[in-house]
């Protein structure tokens, strides 16, 4: 009897115990990432296609141009358009610090608590563009920043309306307080800009212009 009673004891103390670990592994899971749950996976790739000549590295690098205003959304709001820019596939509106941990700080961004939008588990986004009726170059970006609270690497890949691969950027940011700008200033003929990673992300402060 004593015997049964210790088995019993001891099991139940190492399902409390079992249970406080999947306890601890699970927030501490959530404590490592922006949005505390990340999806990963592997990156599209831009193999063949020429690097952007004028790469822009930070918001004071912008030409003259016009940000999208992304707080008329509601967080966890669906998205798939704003103005004249569309979103492929849908995006959800979130913001820093209400439903995004962490961003850049200036000068490496224009604010450190932007209204963004979230790819909700998908490794990539297509952003379409609006015409641009002014001869010249377009410039088209956006502030990055990973889920997960470490560096990973995205790439901005600019196609003409056929799907013509015009040419790439590429930056490696850090999902802690990392953000930082992706864009370039590229053909007037860009029709559309795909931003991917290895891991899901968040975009804000996007930016169109035609200097």
Known sequence: ????????????????????LVGATTASAATGSNSGAVARGVAPKADGVQACVNQIMSPDEYPKTRELDL????????VDKRGKVRFSPTMEKRSVPNSWATWGSPPDTETSTPNILFTGGDLS????LPKVDKPGKRVVGAEVEPDPFEVHTFTGVYATKSGKKICSITRDV???????????????????MTISSDADFSIGAIHLGNP
């Open 1 to 20: 009897m004593r015997n049964s009673k210790f088995l019993v004891a001891l099991g139940a103390a190492g399902a409390l115990a079992g249970a406080s």
């Open 174 to 192: 850090d999902g802690n307080a990392g953000a930082r700008v992706l864009a370039a200033e590229v053909t007037k003929k860009a029709k559309t």
């Open 125 to 128: 986004v297509t952003l379409t």
């Open 71 to 78: 707080s008329v959304f509601d967080d966890f709001t669906p």
